[in-house]
């Protein structure tokens, strides 16, 4: 009964969202409000539809209801409750109706925030919200249903998948379930797809309300960039924090020693970032200079298209990935979604170009405002080569016949160097001046950080023993550290010069232009995230060798030591190899590592988990290869030395405490007035963020 309520739900959920989506069309058409008052009631009834149909799974799950086809498949008795709840999300039918839900509930709280002050692009945020949230409850109902039942039709042992049963049929129960791919039975499985799931529904926020600023013919004012601009930093926050998550379960589960390995899905993850991320910076010429209108309604556009590619990429099978989903029939229904949507949405731009005309020309092409136009051409140039080494796959098997397999070289010499051109931008834009900029002195401004980052590059890569060619990416990072910490510098020393100590000068400072600062840390936090990528391209270390118990291998200053090897039955039943060993420096015993095998009969597969020793210089990451004798054979290890990894999930709380800063709302009449701090003795005029 339990799954009938929640197909009934999302059933009444679907037909709510085809009312919604033609009773506010209509309504903001003819303008009549009744009609967009009963859709916008209708959205947040969706929303609770969808709430009662997300609880029964939950539900069902938790009691193993095996009855139900998608819980037999993904669940099994062993399991613990947090990986049962897990499997919400860890197959397709179930993870499209969580998606679904996540999408209504942003759709939701829209209709529940600032409701008059966005009346009149209500109408048409509400049709273009709905009809893509409807999309997706409609394929969770008619092609991948989370409640269909299993079914034993007479004369026959042949299961059904149904939710409607075959005449005469028996409802049938699994005994024990298939159980979640071992793959999945991770810790970090809780929170990994559910933050990059909140990114990629959260978008089409930002989306509907360019669509219904063009629609509307609104797309002048820039009301709609106001109002949408903490709704992306809301999706793009969640998105970024589903990349690092996702790389730290690669880098726990699949022990091939990194955390990112341009795989398709992966890459489909990072293409909405990249776009959503060059869609915050234009959003800032936009509002300050009313320029680049064009451009910030076009980045959103890819972004909430680069969103649906992404599902289609992981949904459709169309291509092979260890996190994507096996092939099924709804490669075509998205496929065709995308396309309609993608197309109307070019035709409705082009139809609306006049609207996006800019208020302002460019006065300069050493100004501000130029540079972050070079950085919007260099984000999209970067989407462009991942996006072209994701589908070339595709194409090469389309034109050819074979499938062409685009591997990580490729993506490292298109990818890096535009990655680097970022990192430069990075550190010059903040020090060039709105409108036109005197080379001169931009020059001055340039001249400290460009030295002092030469002599800790260079110094930096003596240490580390570096090829030549990691110099400059060393300089390129030092650089953009010291062109941000400048800013901040800047800002505190212009309220100490004014009477307050350095920690109250800081919080201040961050907190009277909250969305000025928190994007330096942002800014901070992806140069902290690189550091990662820079260690595994030029620094990375590995060694591999069969070792009897009590030998050791070395590795960049370390020993790692083969000390016992034991065989067990885990708690969900898998077969567990482990493994103890010992790293040491200069004798010293420094941490026992378990790396180790597990096997799942029941699926054939076996996962391998690595360990490691992690310190801020790098990790020493251990794998279990292979065995030979549970008493004194030899066991195979492979061991890397990955430098500065931790720099990586560290920039990750630093990413977060970043975006929440400056989502953070501002207090009304302190974010843009200048002030002195003492009247009584006179002193530079502050601004907000505390510069002189």
Known sequence: MIAEIGFVALSAAFVLAVYATASSAWGGYHERPAWVQSARSAVLLIAGLLTVAVGTLVYSLQQSDFSIAYIAENTDLAMPSYLRLTALWGGQAGSLLFWAWLMSCFVAAVMLGKWEQDRDLMPYFITVATLTTGFFIGVTVFISNPFARLWLPPGTDQLTVAFFPPAGAMLYSVPDGNGLNPLLRHFGMIFHPPTTYLGFTGFVVPYAFAMSALISGRARDDQWIRTSRRWTLVAWGFLSVGLLLGGRWAYDVLGWGGFWGWDPVENAMLLPWLTGTAFLHSVMITERRGMLKLWSVLLIVLTYSLALFGTFITRSGVISSVHAFGKTALGPAFFIFIGITFLGTMALMIKRLDLMKSDHEMESFLSREAAFLLQNVVFLAITFVVFLGTVFPLISEMVTGDKVTVGPPYFKATAGPLFGVLLLLMGVAPMIAWRKQVAA????????????????????????????????????????????????????????????????????????????????????????????????????????????????????????????????????????????????????????????????????????????????????????????????????????????????????????????????????????????????????????????
């Open 441 to 692: 002195r931009l020059g001055n401004r340039l001249m400290a950080p460009v030295l002092v980052s030469a002599v800790v590059a260079v110094f930096w890569g003596y240490t580390y023993e570096s090829p030549w060619v990691a110099y400059p990416v060393l300089w390129l990072v030092v650089f953009a550290t010291l062109a941000v910490l400048m800013e901040f510098w800047k800002g505190i020393s212009a309220r100490m010069s004014q009477g307050e100590n350095p920690v109250a000068a800081f919080t201040t400072l961050v907190s009277l232009n909250r969305r000025r600062y928190g994007g330096y840390f942002v800014h901070l936090a992806v140069i902290m995230i690189g550091l990662g990528f820079i260690g595994e391209a030029f620094f990375m270390k590995q060694t591999q060798g069969t070792l009897a118990q009590g030998e050791s291998l070395q590795i960049a200053g370390y020993a790692v030591r083969f000390d016992t090897l034991r065989q067990y039955i885990g708690a969900d039943g898998r077969q567990v190899t482990e493994a103890d060993t010992s790293v040491l420096r200069d004798g010293e015993l420094l941490a026992t590592l378990q790396p180790r095998q597990d096997f799942f009969s029941e699926h054939g597969q076996r996962v391998t988990a690595p360990d490691a020793y992690a310190t801020l210089g790098g990790d020493v990451y251990v794998i279990l290869i292979g065995w030979e004798d549970i008493g004194m054979g030899g066991s195979t290890f492979k061991v890397y030395y990955n430098p500065m990894i931790t720099w990586t999930w560290l920039g990750s709380f630093v990413l977060l405490a970043g975006t929440l800063v400056a989502m953070w709302p501002q207090r009304a009449g302190r974010s843009h007035r200048s002030y002195v701090l003492n009247p009584v003795t006179p002193g530079p005029k502050l601004d907000a963020g505390g510069a002189a």
